[in-house]
Every structure is written in structure tokens, then in C-alpha cells.
């Protein structure tokens, strides 16, 4: 199993386990978990709807490509820890971060 947290806009925090080798994106396992996460463009990249900030675990992730740093750069505000959760694969990467749901603008 595949550990991480998860804190949710209104504060309150989650632990998540999922099944190693489930090929799936962070996003989608948010939004199966019921959070509030719109993936208007259902994870391509393409509509920085579903960002989540990397409070811990930052540097255990994979690199960031140039099309999600393209797109988080229309964001009002964006530092090294915002990621777009459709853009993060479940897998061992994961194990141990703590990814916060930043409040909509």
C-alpha cells in the first residue's frame, strides 16, 4: 500500500492508502475519495484545475514536465511546491507526502 495525507481546503486531514500499482493520477484518487477537485480537463494538463500544494515529499517526486509548468504558470500564484495533481502518478513516490488542496480563488 501506498500512504500519503491529505488536507482538505477547509483544514481537516486525511490519510489515503492505495494499492501499489493501481495506474492511476493523484487526481483521480482525490476525486474517488470525494474531494472537491473540478479536472475540468480530465487530466491533460490543459486546465490547471486541480492543483494541489506539496507540503511534504516535495523533493521525492518526479520532475516537473513543461507542460504542467506551462500550465501552472496561469495560476495567480505558483512556487516550487504547487504540482497538478493529474499530472502525479500513484506509486512509491508518494509514499509519506502530504499534499494540501489549496482554497479556490
Known amino acids: ?4 495525507t491529505v488536507e482538505d481546503r477547509d483544514g481537516t486531514t486525511a490519510s489515503i492508502e492505495v494499492p501499489e500499482g493501481i495506474s492511476l493520477s493523484l ?4 476525486k474517488g475519495s470525494d474531494y ?11 486546465c490547471a484545475t486541480c492543483p494541489v500544494q506539496v507540503l511534504k515529499g516535495v523533493e521525492q517526486l518526479p ?9 501552472l504558470d496561469t ?7 504547487l504540482r497538478l495533481s493529474c499530472q ?8 509519506g507526502c502530504y499534499f494540501k488542496i489549496p482554497a479556490e480563488d
Open 36 to 46: 472537491n477537485i473540478m479536472a475540468t480537463c480530465g487530466g491533460m494538463a490543459l
Open 1 to 4: 500500500m501506498i500512504t500519503f
Open 75 to 81: 495560476l495567480p500564484i505558483v512556487d516550487d511546491t
Open 27 to 30: 487526481m483521480e484518487v482525490l
Open 88 to 95: 502525479l502518478r500513484i506509486d512509491e513516490r508518494l509514499e
Open 63 to 71: 520532475p516537473i514536465s513543461d507542460a504542467e509548468l506551462d500550465i
